[in-house]
Protein backbone atom coordinates (compact mmCIF):
# COMPACT_ATOMS: atom_id res chain seq x y z
CA UNK A 1 0.00 0.00 0.00
CA UNK A 2 2.73 2.33 0.88
CA UNK A 3 4.45 1.67 -2.83
CA UNK A 4 1.60 2.16 -3.95
CA UNK A 5 0.39 5.83 -2.40
CA UNK A 6 3.76 6.57 -3.18
CA UNK A 7 3.42 6.09 -6.83
CA UNK A 8 0.02 8.27 -7.20
CA UNK A 9 1.76 11.66 -5.43
CA UNK A 10 4.76 10.83 -7.69
CA UNK A 11 2.70 10.93 -10.52
CA UNK A 12 0.08 13.84 -9.21
CA UNK A 13 3.01 15.83 -7.71
CA UNK A 14 4.95 16.02 -10.95
CA UNK A 15 2.09 16.53 -13.14
CA UNK A 16 1.13 19.38 -11.24
CA UNK A 17 4.77 20.78 -11.00
CA UNK A 18 5.28 20.90 -14.84
CA UNK A 19 1.47 22.25 -15.75
CA UNK A 20 3.28 25.00 -13.09
CA UNK A 21 6.40 24.95 -15.36
CA UNK A 22 4.77 25.37 -18.46
CA UNK A 23 2.22 27.85 -17.74
CA UNK A 24 5.40 29.69 -16.50
CA UNK A 25 7.33 29.54 -19.55
CA UNK A 26 4.36 30.44 -21.76
CA UNK A 27 3.87 33.21 -18.81
CA UNK A 28 7.17 34.56 -18.88
CA UNK A 29 7.00 34.19 -23.39
CA UNK A 30 4.05 35.78 -23.81
CA UNK A 31 5.01 38.82 -21.46
CA UNK A 32 8.26 39.19 -23.51
CA UNK A 33 6.88 39.26 -26.42
CA UNK A 34 4.42 41.67 -25.21
CA UNK A 35 7.01 43.49 -24.12
CA UNK A 36 8.72 43.76 -27.13
CA UNK A 37 5.67 44.47 -29.57
CA UNK A 38 4.52 47.62 -27.27
CA UNK A 39 7.96 48.80 -27.49
CA UNK A 40 7.14 48.60 -31.31
CA UNK A 41 4.01 50.51 -30.86
CA UNK A 42 5.74 52.80 -28.75
CA UNK A 43 8.49 53.64 -31.48
CA UNK A 44 5.02 53.94 -33.69
CA UNK A 45 3.32 56.61 -32.17
CA UNK A 46 6.44 58.67 -31.40
CA UNK A 47 7.29 58.60 -34.86
CA UNK A 48 3.64 59.98 -35.66
CA UNK A 49 2.99 62.66 -33.30
CA UNK A 50 6.65 63.96 -34.01
CA UNK A 51 6.44 63.55 -37.40
CA UNK A 52 9.78 62.37 -37.71
CA UNK A 53 11.69 58.49 -37.42
CA UNK A 54 13.32 58.49 -34.57
CA UNK A 55 17.34 57.23 -34.77
CA UNK A 56 18.03 54.16 -33.36
CA UNK A 57 18.89 50.28 -33.84
CA UNK A 58 15.33 49.70 -35.03
CA UNK A 59 14.31 49.19 -38.94
CA UNK A 60 11.82 52.00 -39.93
CA UNK A 61 10.09 53.60 -43.04
CA UNK A 62 7.98 56.49 -43.10
CA UNK A 63 5.71 57.31 -46.06
CA UNK A 64 3.68 60.81 -46.98
CA UNK A 65 0.73 59.85 -49.40
CA UNK A 66 -0.77 62.30 -51.84
CA UNK A 67 -4.67 62.03 -51.98
CA UNK A 68 -4.73 59.37 -55.18
CA UNK A 69 -2.92 57.40 -52.34
CA UNK A 70 0.74 57.76 -54.16
CA UNK A 71 3.80 58.03 -52.52
CA UNK A 72 4.93 61.52 -52.23
CA UNK A 73 7.99 61.32 -49.75
CA UNK A 74 9.46 58.63 -48.22
CA UNK A 75 12.07 58.42 -44.95
CA UNK A 76 14.12 54.92 -43.91
CA UNK A 77 15.95 54.46 -40.93
CA UNK A 78 18.18 51.38 -41.14
CA UNK A 79 15.85 50.22 -44.18
CA UNK A 80 15.86 50.13 -48.13
CA UNK A 81 12.79 49.34 -49.11
CA UNK A 82 12.21 48.99 -52.98
CA UNK A 83 9.33 51.53 -54.16
CA UNK A 84 7.35 48.84 -55.37
CA UNK A 85 7.50 46.94 -52.21
CA UNK A 86 6.20 50.01 -50.75
CA UNK A 87 3.28 50.95 -52.83
CA UNK A 88 2.69 46.96 -52.31
CA UNK A 89 2.52 47.49 -48.43
CA UNK A 90 0.58 50.92 -48.88
CA UNK A 91 -2.31 49.26 -50.32
CA UNK A 92 -2.67 46.78 -47.84
CA UNK A 93 -2.99 49.56 -45.17
CA UNK A 94 -6.26 50.57 -43.72
CA UNK A 95 -7.83 53.86 -44.98
CA UNK A 96 -10.54 54.99 -43.21
CA UNK A 97 -10.29 58.46 -42.86
CA UNK A 98 -8.77 57.72 -39.12
CA UNK A 99 -6.17 56.88 -37.39
CA UNK A 100 -5.30 53.54 -38.32
CA UNK A 101 -2.71 50.50 -36.87
CA UNK A 102 -2.45 46.64 -37.81
CA UNK A 103 0.33 44.47 -39.53
CA UNK A 104 1.58 43.46 -42.88
CA UNK A 105 3.45 40.81 -44.07
CA UNK A 106 5.75 41.16 -47.61
CA UNK A 107 8.28 38.85 -48.87
CA UNK A 108 8.14 36.78 -45.68
CA UNK A 109 9.07 39.70 -43.53
CA UNK A 110 6.23 41.28 -41.18
CA UNK A 111 5.77 45.07 -40.44
CA UNK A 112 3.52 47.17 -37.94
CA UNK A 113 2.12 50.28 -38.88
CA UNK A 114 0.30 53.25 -37.96
CA UNK A 115 -1.09 55.62 -40.45
CA UNK A 116 -3.09 58.89 -39.89
CA UNK A 117 -4.66 61.07 -41.84
CA UNK A 118 -3.42 64.59 -43.56
CA UNK A 119 -4.92 67.53 -45.43
CA UNK A 120 -4.17 66.22 -48.94
CA UNK A 121 -3.76 62.82 -47.87
CA UNK A 122 -2.12 60.43 -45.41
CA UNK A 123 0.83 59.97 -42.90
CA UNK A 124 1.72 56.22 -42.04
CA UNK A 125 4.95 55.16 -40.47
CA UNK A 126 6.65 51.34 -40.89
CA UNK A 127 8.32 49.30 -38.37
CA UNK A 128 9.41 45.76 -39.46
CA UNK A 129 8.81 42.84 -36.82
CA UNK A 130 12.33 40.94 -37.24
CA UNK A 131 12.94 40.94 -33.86
CA UNK A 132 9.48 39.92 -32.67
CA UNK A 133 9.80 37.18 -35.17
CA UNK A 134 13.52 36.36 -34.09
CA UNK A 135 12.09 36.55 -30.24
CA UNK A 136 9.60 34.29 -30.63
CA UNK A 137 11.66 31.88 -32.40
CA UNK A 138 13.84 32.32 -29.35
CA UNK A 139 11.24 31.88 -26.69
CA UNK A 140 9.56 28.90 -28.55
CA UNK A 141 13.43 26.43 -28.47
CA UNK A 142 14.52 28.29 -24.92
CA UNK A 143 10.76 27.12 -23.67
CA UNK A 144 10.78 23.46 -24.84
CA UNK A 145 14.59 23.07 -23.59
CA UNK A 146 13.72 24.54 -20.22
CA UNK A 147 10.56 22.00 -20.36
CA UNK A 148 12.32 19.34 -20.86
CA UNK A 149 15.33 19.54 -18.66
CA UNK A 150 12.59 20.71 -15.80
CA UNK A 151 10.38 17.42 -16.38
CA UNK A 152 13.86 15.58 -15.96
CA UNK A 153 14.92 17.67 -12.82
CA UNK A 154 11.45 16.89 -11.22
CA UNK A 155 11.86 13.35 -10.80
CA UNK A 156 14.49 13.52 -8.00
CA UNK A 157 12.44 16.48 -6.84
CA UNK A 158 9.36 14.63 -7.01
CA UNK A 159 11.05 11.55 -5.20
CA UNK A 160 12.00 13.56 -2.07
CA UNK A 161 8.72 15.33 -1.67
CA UNK A 162 7.34 12.36 -2.43
CA UNK A 163 8.63 10.64 0.57
CA UNK A 164 8.82 13.59 2.59
CA UNK A 165 5.02 13.70 2.27
CA UNK A 166 3.94 10.34 2.75
CA UNK A 167 6.66 9.64 6.22
CA UNK A 168 3.87 10.87 8.00
CA UNK A 169 1.15 8.90 6.74
CA UNK A 170 3.19 5.69 6.48
CA UNK A 171 4.46 6.72 10.63
CA UNK A 172 0.86 6.93 11.43
CA UNK A 173 -0.38 3.87 9.19
CA UNK A 174 2.21 1.81 11.21
CA UNK A 175 1.25 3.14 14.77
CA UNK A 176 -1.84 2.20 13.68
CA UNK A 177 -1.42 -1.38 12.77
CA UNK A 178 0.73 -1.46 15.89
CA UNK A 179 -2.05 -0.11 17.93
CA UNK A 180 -4.52 -2.82 16.66
CA UNK A 181 -2.25 -5.38 16.92
CA UNK A 182 -1.13 -4.32 20.49
CA UNK A 183 -4.64 -4.13 21.27
CA UNK A 184 -5.68 -7.30 20.48
CA UNK A 185 -3.03 -8.79 22.27
CA UNK A 186 -3.44 -6.58 25.45
CA UNK A 187 -7.40 -7.99 25.05
CA UNK A 188 -6.61 -11.62 23.41
CA UNK A 189 -4.47 -12.14 27.18
CA UNK A 190 -7.77 -11.38 29.83
CA UNK A 191 -10.19 -13.37 27.67
CA UNK A 192 -8.05 -16.43 27.22
CA UNK A 193 -7.90 -16.47 31.56
CA UNK A 194 -11.26 -15.75 31.66
CA UNK A 195 -12.39 -18.41 29.42
CA UNK A 196 -10.05 -20.69 31.35
CA UNK A 197 -11.09 -20.04 34.64
CA UNK A 198 -14.80 -20.09 33.87
CA UNK A 199 -14.26 -23.42 32.37
CA UNK A 200 -12.30 -24.66 35.72
CA UNK A 201 -15.50 -23.11 37.48
CA UNK A 202 -17.88 -25.23 35.45
CA UNK A 203 -16.18 -28.49 35.02
CA UNK A 204 -16.89 -28.65 38.67
CA UNK A 205 -21.12 -27.89 38.86
CA UNK A 206 -21.61 -29.21 42.21
CA UNK A 207 -18.76 -26.81 44.19
CA UNK A 208 -19.64 -24.00 46.42
CA UNK A 209 -18.99 -20.44 45.63
CA UNK A 210 -15.94 -20.29 48.27
CA UNK A 211 -14.46 -23.02 46.72
CA UNK A 212 -14.53 -21.44 43.49
CA UNK A 213 -13.52 -18.32 44.82
CA UNK A 214 -9.92 -18.11 43.03
CA UNK A 215 -11.07 -18.64 40.54
CA UNK A 216 -13.92 -15.91 40.76
CA UNK A 217 -11.68 -13.44 42.00
CA UNK A 218 -9.31 -14.52 38.72
CA UNK A 219 -12.25 -13.80 36.74
CA UNK A 220 -13.33 -10.47 38.37
CA UNK A 221 -9.40 -9.01 38.22
CA UNK A 222 -8.99 -9.76 34.73
CA UNK A 223 -13.11 -8.84 33.54
CA UNK A 224 -11.83 -5.07 35.43
CA UNK A 225 -8.63 -4.91 34.23
CA UNK A 226 -10.20 -5.04 30.58
CA UNK A 227 -12.54 -2.87 31.23
CA UNK A 228 -9.81 -0.15 32.40
CA UNK A 229 -7.96 -1.42 29.11
CA UNK A 230 -11.09 -0.83 26.69
CA UNK A 231 -11.92 2.83 28.66
CA UNK A 232 -8.21 4.16 27.77
CA UNK A 233 -8.84 2.74 24.06
CA UNK A 234 -11.97 4.26 23.92
CA UNK A 235 -10.36 7.44 25.32
CA UNK A 236 -7.23 7.78 22.91
CA UNK A 237 -9.24 6.90 19.92
CA UNK A 238 -11.72 10.01 20.58
CA UNK A 239 -8.57 12.08 21.19
CA UNK A 240 -7.45 10.82 17.85
CA UNK A 241 -11.16 11.89 16.05
CA UNK A 242 -10.54 15.21 18.39
CA UNK A 243 -14.12 14.44 20.26
CA UNK A 244 -12.84 15.61 23.51
CA UNK A 245 -12.61 18.81 24.72
CA UNK A 246 -12.04 20.25 28.01
CA UNK A 247 -14.78 21.69 29.61
CA UNK A 248 -13.03 23.70 31.45
CA UNK A 249 -13.88 25.77 35.26
CA UNK A 250 -11.94 27.77 37.87
CA UNK A 251 -10.45 25.37 40.04
CA UNK A 252 -8.78 25.24 43.86
CA UNK A 253 -6.03 23.15 42.30
CA UNK A 254 -4.16 22.67 45.62
CA UNK A 255 -7.08 21.88 47.32
CA UNK A 256 -8.46 19.56 44.49
CA UNK A 257 -4.41 17.87 44.04
CA UNK A 258 -4.16 17.55 48.22
CA UNK A 259 -7.61 15.55 48.21
CA UNK A 260 -6.31 12.99 45.59
CA UNK A 261 -3.35 12.90 47.58
CA UNK A 262 -4.65 12.11 50.82
CA UNK A 263 -6.99 9.41 49.38
CA UNK A 264 -3.75 7.52 48.00
CA UNK A 265 -1.69 8.32 51.31
CA UNK A 266 -3.03 4.92 53.45
CA UNK A 267 -2.86 2.60 50.61
CA UNK A 268 0.76 3.59 49.32
CA UNK A 269 1.89 3.51 53.19
CA UNK A 270 0.63 -0.05 53.38
CA UNK A 271 2.34 -1.37 50.41
CA UNK A 272 5.43 -0.34 52.34
CA UNK A 273 6.29 2.92 50.28
CA UNK A 274 6.73 6.51 51.77
CA UNK A 275 4.61 9.09 50.08
CA UNK A 276 5.12 12.96 50.32
CA UNK A 277 3.58 15.63 48.57
CA UNK A 278 4.02 19.38 49.24
CA UNK A 279 1.43 22.44 47.78
CA UNK A 280 1.61 25.71 46.77
CA UNK A 281 -1.39 26.61 48.81
CA UNK A 282 -3.72 29.14 47.19
CA UNK A 283 -3.29 28.28 43.94
CA UNK A 284 -6.18 28.34 41.00
CA UNK A 285 -6.21 27.06 37.66
CA UNK A 286 -8.44 26.74 35.01
CA UNK A 287 -8.89 23.21 33.45
CA UNK A 288 -10.93 20.00 33.09
CA UNK A 289 -11.25 18.57 36.74
CA UNK A 290 -12.32 15.50 35.53
CA UNK A 291 -9.24 15.15 32.93
CA UNK A 292 -6.68 16.77 35.62
CA UNK A 293 -7.62 14.04 38.05
CA UNK A 294 -7.68 11.10 35.33
CA UNK A 295 -3.92 12.65 34.53
CA UNK A 296 -2.58 12.55 37.78
CA UNK A 297 -4.29 9.59 38.68
CA UNK A 298 -2.11 7.49 35.77
CA UNK A 299 0.95 9.04 36.68
CA UNK A 300 0.55 7.98 40.26
CA UNK A 301 -0.64 4.78 39.61
CA UNK A 302 2.62 4.80 37.14
CA UNK A 303 4.82 6.13 40.46
CA UNK A 304 3.30 3.31 42.66
CA UNK A 305 3.76 0.68 40.14
CA UNK A 306 7.24 1.18 39.40
CA UNK A 307 8.69 1.92 43.10
CA UNK A 308 9.99 -1.00 45.25
CA UNK A 309 8.91 -1.57 48.39
CA UNK A 310 10.49 0.90 50.83
CA UNK A 311 11.27 3.19 47.84
CA UNK A 312 9.39 6.80 48.23
CA UNK A 313 6.88 8.61 46.07
CA UNK A 314 6.57 12.82 46.07
CA UNK A 315 4.39 15.08 44.57
CA UNK A 316 4.98 19.04 44.23
CA UNK A 317 2.40 21.97 42.60
CA UNK A 318 3.49 25.37 42.16
CA UNK A 319 3.80 27.41 39.43
CA UNK A 320 7.23 27.90 37.16
CA UNK A 321 8.61 31.12 36.01
CA UNK A 322 5.96 31.59 33.20
CA UNK A 323 2.88 31.30 35.81
CA UNK A 324 1.87 28.01 34.11
CA UNK A 325 0.49 25.05 36.33
CA UNK A 326 3.61 22.64 37.13
CA UNK A 327 2.80 19.15 38.70
CA UNK A 328 5.64 17.18 39.29
CA UNK A 329 5.95 13.62 40.44
CA UNK A 330 8.53 11.45 41.54
CA UNK A 331 9.91 8.09 42.39
CA UNK A 332 12.75 6.12 43.42
CA UNK A 333 13.24 2.49 41.77
CA UNK A 334 15.19 1.28 38.22
CA UNK A 335 16.70 3.92 36.53
CA UNK A 336 14.85 3.94 32.85
CA UNK A 337 17.35 3.90 30.29
CA UNK A 338 17.61 7.23 27.89
CA UNK A 339 15.89 5.51 24.65
CA UNK A 340 13.54 3.90 26.79
CA UNK A 341 12.43 7.84 28.13
CA UNK A 342 11.51 8.65 24.52
CA UNK A 343 8.73 6.07 24.01
CA UNK A 344 7.52 5.56 27.70
CA UNK A 345 4.75 7.86 26.31
CA UNK A 346 3.91 6.08 23.45
CA UNK A 347 0.99 3.87 23.40
CA UNK A 348 1.29 0.22 24.86
CA UNK A 349 5.30 0.85 25.42
CA UNK A 350 6.72 -0.52 28.51
CA UNK A 351 9.92 -0.06 30.07
CA UNK A 352 10.05 -4.15 31.17
CA UNK A 353 7.10 -6.03 29.26
CA UNK A 354 7.96 -8.76 31.58
CA UNK A 355 6.56 -7.07 34.23
CA UNK A 356 3.21 -6.45 32.94
CA UNK A 357 1.30 -8.32 34.21
CA UNK A 358 2.87 -8.26 37.65
CA UNK A 359 1.96 -4.63 37.82
CA UNK A 360 -1.30 -4.52 36.50
CA UNK A 361 -0.12 -2.27 33.63
CA UNK A 362 -0.56 -2.58 30.04
CA UNK A 363 1.66 0.62 28.62
CA UNK A 364 -1.68 3.49 28.37
CA UNK A 365 -1.32 5.51 31.26
CA UNK A 366 1.38 7.66 30.40
CA UNK A 367 -0.03 8.15 26.94
CA UNK A 368 -3.19 9.09 28.09
CA UNK A 369 -2.13 11.15 30.73
CA UNK A 370 0.34 13.11 28.02
CA UNK A 371 -3.13 13.76 25.86
CA UNK A 372 -4.67 15.01 28.65
CA UNK A 373 -1.57 17.44 29.15
CA UNK A 374 -1.52 18.58 25.60
CA UNK A 375 -5.61 19.51 25.79
CA UNK A 376 -4.63 21.76 28.37
CA UNK A 377 -2.06 23.33 25.88
CA UNK A 378 0.76 21.81 28.23
CA UNK A 379 3.12 18.59 28.41
CA UNK A 380 4.76 15.71 30.60
CA UNK A 381 8.64 15.19 30.20
CA UNK A 382 10.34 12.59 31.90
CA UNK A 383 14.15 12.80 33.54
CA UNK A 384 15.61 9.66 35.07
CA UNK A 385 19.01 9.83 36.82
CA UNK A 386 20.31 7.94 39.86
CA UNK A 387 17.29 5.69 40.65
CA UNK A 388 14.73 8.51 40.47
CA UNK A 389 12.38 9.12 38.09
CA UNK A 390 10.82 12.54 37.14
CA UNK A 391 7.96 13.44 35.86
CA UNK A 392 7.30 17.52 34.96
CA UNK A 393 3.57 18.58 33.72
CA UNK A 394 3.04 21.92 32.79
CA UNK A 395 0.03 23.24 31.82
CA UNK A 396 -1.55 26.70 30.19
CA UNK A 397 -3.88 28.03 31.28
CA UNK A 398 -7.02 27.19 28.98
CA UNK A 399 -9.36 30.84 27.58
CA UNK A 400 -12.31 31.89 29.79
CA UNK A 401 -14.24 31.78 26.64
CA UNK A 402 -13.00 27.99 25.48
CA UNK A 403 -15.01 24.67 26.45
CA UNK A 404 -16.55 21.90 24.87
CA UNK A 405 -17.46 22.23 21.13
Known amino acids: MHRSLRGRFFVISWILLMLFLIAACVGISLFLYQSAANETEKALRT????????DGAR?????????????????????????????????GMEMTGEQNDGKLEQNGKQYRYLSVPEQGGAWAVLAECSQEQALVKTLRRNSIIFILVGALLLIPVCTLLTKWVSKPIETAWEQQNDFVSDAT??????????ATNTEAVMSNPDATIESQEKWLDSIQGETTRMAGLVGDLLFLAKIDANEIHPDPSDLEISDMLEE???????????????FDYEMTPGIRYRGDARLIRRMVDALLDNAEKYTPEGGSIRMVVNRDRKLRLRIVISNSGETIPPDALQKIFDRFYRVDPARARDTGGYGLGLCVAKSIAELHGGSITAVSENGINVFTVLLAEIPADSGKN
Request: with cysteine; charged share 25%.
Open 59 to 91: GMVSVQLDEHGGLADVGQVHMSLSGETLRSLVK
Open 185 to 194: HELKTPLTVI
Open 260 to 274: MCMERESRIFEAGRM
Open 47 to 54: AVETRSLP
